[in-house]
């Protein structure tokens, strides 16, 4: 089921639905999304909203993946298009096309993706740990395979790949809580 970036402005993330899982099992929320012809999933509490597609500023000297930047309510948040990271499908922009907001290390990301599926919860039996493919193929990002009723999903750990060095967007070094823009005892124009 996908959802249009009309339909999205009225959906919150956690408007989910439980699903029966058995007494003292937890459960992990993970919103799904498609890229190209494969189901996705991510840890729910990554989530900070979903938007529809809107142009985003480009950056000069950015790998291809990172299309750029936009203004979210004042605050600069880089694109990431996953469909061009993971090398899934065509990257084209419609309607369907939307834009996950996450939070990650006290920074906001935002990550392209063809359509928004659901929200849904698997318990620890439902996921699969991903298999060895040896040097060939990178599972470095991969947390697991959930598999619900005849649906196989590919969970992403979207903070691992996010803030890794290959994705360079945090340094290396770079402390856990923001760095401020401006330095102390310095004011700003705009502030």
């Known amino acids: 089921m996908s959802h249009s970036s009309s339909d999205l402005n009225s959906r919150s993330v956690s408007d989910s639905q439980p699903r029966g899982a058995s007494k003292g099992e937890p459960e992990h929320e993970?919103?799904?999304?498609?890229?190209?012809?494969?189901?996705?999933?991510?840890?729910?509490?990554?989530?900070?909203e979903i938007r529809g597609y809107n142009a985003v500023t480009p950056i000069i000297s950015a790998p291809a993946f990172i299309k750029g930047v936009m203004n979210l309510r004042g605050t600069i948040v880089p694109i990431v298009d996953l469909r061009i990271k993971f090398g899934v499908g065509k990257a084209e922009y419609d309607a369907f096309t939307v834009v996950v907001v996450l939070r990650i290390m006290n920074r906001t990301i935002g990550i392209v993706v063809d359509s928004v599926s659901d929200v849904l919860q698997l318990t620890?039996?439902?996921?699969?740990?991903?298999?060895?493919?040896?040097?060939?193929?990178?599972?470095?990002?991969?947390?697991?395979?959930?598999?619900?009723?005849?649906?196989?999903?590919?969970?992403?750990?979207?903070?691992?790949?996010?803030?890794?060095?290959?994705?360079?967007?945090?340094?290396?070094?770079?402390?856990?809580?923001?760095?401020?823009?401006?330095?102390?005892?310095?004011?700003?124009?705009?502030?």
């Not at 993970?30 to 900070?48: A, C, H, P, R, S």
């Open 124 to 191: 620890a039996e439902e996921i699969r740990q991903p298999p060895q493919f040896g040097a060939a193929l990178d599972t470095e990002y991969l947390m697991g395979l959930g598999a619900l009723e005849g649906r196989m999903l590919i969970l992403v750990d979207i903070e691992k790949l996010i803030s890794s060095k290959d994705m360079a967007l945090f340094d290396t070094d770079e402390p856990a809580t923001p760095r401020a823009l401006v330095p102390q005892g310095e004011q700003h124009a705009l502030a």
């Open 30 to 48: 993970f919103l799904t999304f498609t890229l190209g012809n494969e189901e996705y999933g991510i840890d729910i509490l990554k989530v900070q």
